[in-house]
């Protein structure tokens, strides 16, 4: 009999249930999570610095966090808000719309994913402006949809062999004035961190410039 860790164990059954497609950055199993720890499967405790890339900003497990969700599934599981609505919707919206800093009366709608969020974005840009075309930077990262790994730029990693992708995504170099690309003009102050403008380093007239051809 071959003896293996709990780990290695956890690790084969990812290898063989789960496509090789959904990455994995971190040969480490989590067993459970309070504030900004996590245990793995073998007691080692860690210091979670990715919080779900951003996205614990409470950090794991907070108490109201926990009250809440326990709350709602304990009332209404799920309606479908087109079909149904309820007042905890109506009222995070009400409570979000008010935070906003433009001025104007702002609307909410909450989606399930942050690519989700992206591709409604372009929908409702498109249908207020009537101009099709949407630019992203290479680099990029903006989900595995069809509209997402299309305005991604890291295409090696997200969309190979997955095209055709979307149409009207024109993508332009990321402006990076600390790695410019060659060609450009570096030029002092244009990292933003000298000299006292208040002029955004992108609209300064020492700003990187794209290369004559
Ligand atoms: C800039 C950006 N856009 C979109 C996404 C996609 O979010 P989700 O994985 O929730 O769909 C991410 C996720 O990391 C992101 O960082």
Do not use: C
């Not at 290695?8 to 067993?31: F, M, N, Q, T, W």
């Amino acid at each position: 009999m071959t003896v293996t860790s709990r780990t290695e164990d956890l690790l084969a059954l990812r290898h063989s249930e789960i496509p090789r497609g959904v990455s994995l950055a971190h040969p480490v199993i989590a067993a459970r999570a309070k504030d900004v720890k996590i245990w793995d499967v073998e007691g080692r405790e860690y210091h979670d610095w990715v919080g779900g890339i951003g996205v614990l900003n409470v950090g794991h497990n907070h108490p109201a966090v926990v009250a809440a969700m326990q709350a709602q599934l304990a009332n209404i599981s799920h309606t479908r808000f087109q079909v149904t609505a309820y007042e905890g919707y109506l009222r995070l919206a009400q409570r979000l719309n008010a935070r906003f800093p433009g001025g104007a009366h702002a609307k909410t709608l909450f989606l399930t994913t942050g690519e989700e969020a992206t591709e409604n974005a372009i929908k409702i840009a498109r249908a207020h402006t009537s101009r099709p075309a949407v630019i992203s930077f290479t680099h990029s990262f903006h989900g595995r949809t069809l509209m997402g790994m299309t305005l991604t730029g890291k295409k090696a990693d997200y969309a190979q062999n997955f095209g055709p992708f979307a149409s009207e995504v024109y993508r332009l170099p990321f402006p990076n004035p600390y790695r410019p690309r060659p060609g450009w003009r570096r030029t002092r102050g244009s990292t933003g961190a000298a000299g006292t403008s208040t002029t955004p380093w992108w609209r300064r007239s020492t700003a990187p410039r794209w290369p004559a051809s």
